[in-house]
């Protein structure tokens, strides 16, 4: 069966600090790869998407990137946060032709 | 105009009641359709996905009216347990890979 795993689940980080989240799939290949982010009260606004090893599409710009070094695995990173980069970070995963998503645990991340 | 549109509640409702939800969007091309749950805190999971005739899982019905363009959710004989958020998805193409959009969220608070 396939798995989404998502790490760490929560995270408190200085204005300016560097961010690496990291989220792995396994029990499948090739698939499609998204980064969420939730800020409180708020729908979930799509980030980054992947359908492929170093193919990333960003969908709003911002003080974040993306990076997909092996198939399975998909990185949200920045390397100075704002205050305004707090919110719920939730990965999701899909595979081509099917419908919905499945998401990581995610990741709480406040900056202070 | 937000493209998918839902009722923030709270909904509150005794147990055993039925309780409806709703949601609009306004991408008349848009081509499937999904509620998912979120509990306080947790990545939101899948509920069901929503069919042109409609559909039904065990307490939960799910609606799709495209002339209207609304989506709704009948949760009947209502558990303390379906206290949640409800999410409104929508993926406005229809090809396999999407990008969902989500609705905020209408919450349901469920009491003994």
């Known amino acids: 069966s396939q798995t989404i795993h998502q790490w760490p689940a929560t995270l408190v980080q200085p204005v300016g600090s560097p961010l690496s989240l990291e989220c792995t799939v396994e029990g499948t290949s090739n698939p499609n790869l998204y980064w969420y982010r939730q800020a409180a009260g708020r729908g979930l606004q799509l980030l980054f998407y992947s359908v492929g090893i170093g193919q990333i599409s960003s969908e709003v710009p911002q003080n974040l990137s993306a990076s997909r070094p092996q198939d399975r695995q998909f990185i949200l990173s920045s390397k100075k946060l704002l205050l305004s980069d707090s919110g719920f970070y939730l990965c999701?995963?899909?595979?081509?032709?099917?419908?919905?998503?499945?998401f990581g645990s995610g990741t709480r991340l406040t900056v202070v | 105009r937000k493209e998918v549109e839902q009722d923030p509640g709270p909904f509150n409702v005794p147990e055993g009641a039925t309780v409806a939800f709703n949601c609009t969007y306004s991408n008349s091309a848009s081509q499937s359709f999904f509620w998912y749950r979120q509990d306080c805190r947790k990545e939101p999971k899948l509920l069901m996905s929503?069919?042109?005739s409609g559909n039904e899982d065990g307490r939960f019905t799910a609606q799709l009216n495209r002339a209207s363009q609304y989506i709704s959710l009948l949760i009947r004989d209502s558990k303390l347990s379906d206290s949640a958020t409800y999410l409104c998805?929508?993926?406005?193409?229809?090809?396999?890979?999407?990008?969902?959009?989500f609705g905020t969220g209408t919450r349901l608070l469920v009491s003994p």
């Open positions: 998805v929508v993926n406005p193409t229809n090809t396999g890979f999407q990008k969902l959009v």
């Open positions: 929503v069919y042109s």
């Open positions: 999701a995963w899909n595979r081509a032709g099917y419908y919905g998503y499945t």
